[in-house]
């Protein structure tokens, strides 16, 4: 009790951030389990989303942050995608798996991949660094998963997976130490809820993973 009450804000939103994932990690399928077409669509949803948004929303959360120490940091994780290409390398992880997304896939997630577009496009400093957090937490852990999917299609291209299972541990550390700078300059009001993108795009990663099928079907 005294050790949540001492607790710094950031310390307790990690904690949460961090069950968040962890609840989503532990409730993934087991790859042997997929017929080949379930584990090409999670691959190709993935891709559909990662490639093209990472560093935009990265971007977002830069042009949103107001502390000065938050600049560097996120600023330090873009320069690696950049300069490394990690589109490039998500692509071709997609490609060697046979999963590069089809129009199809990139309608399954096109519905809730707006929800967090519009909501990036709010940029709010805290909130966006949080759903930043939480984005490359989540990748960490998330690549154990992928790289099995990849393998039982018979890829043996892992240089994405190999890169950020190792990487994002410090970029998601990074994250939370912006995220308490963020909060120390723009304290939240109680009524605010922080975990508005964490939300959305939570909401997005189980469409990756198990796509309500009357969103392949939404074509408006
Ligand atoms: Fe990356």
Redesign the pocket.
């Known amino acids: 009790m005294t050790a949540i009450c001492l607790a710094r804000p950031v310390e307790l939103i990690e904690a949460k951030t961090t069950a968040i994932i962890d609840e989503l990690i532990d409730s993934l399928p087991d790859p042997k389990q997929l017929t080949s077409e379930d584990r090409r669509g999670i691959i190709a949803r993935y891709s559909a989303v990662l490639e093209g948004n ?1 560093i935009y929303w990265m971007t977002a959360a830069v042009i949103a942050c107001k502390a000065e120490r938050s600049g560097p940091i996120l600023l330090d994780n873009l320069y690696e ?1 950049v300069h490394d290409c ?1 589109p490039q390398m998500m692509r071709r992880f997609a490609i060697a798996a046979n999963a590069f997304p089809t129009d199809k896939d990139a309608w399954a997630v096109h519905n809730d991949l707006t929800n967090v577009r519009l909501f990036m496009g709010q940029l709010s400093p805290v909130k966006s660094v949080l759903t930043m957090a939480f984005f490359e937490g989540f990748i960490q852990k998330f690549m154990t998963f992928l790289a099995d999917l990849a393998a039982e299609q018979g890829s043996t291209e892992m240089e994405y997976t190999d890169v ?1 299972g190792v990487c994002d541990i410090e970029h998601t550390a990074g994250l939370f130490r912006a995220l308490d700078a963020e909060i120390s300059v723009t304290p939240q009001g109680t009524d605010e809820d922080l975990f508005e993108g964490v939300t959305l795009l939570r909401t997005l990663i189980e469409q990756i993973i198990w796509p309500r099928s009357e969103m392949c079907n939404n074509l408006g």
């Open positions: 990472f995608e990690h950020h």
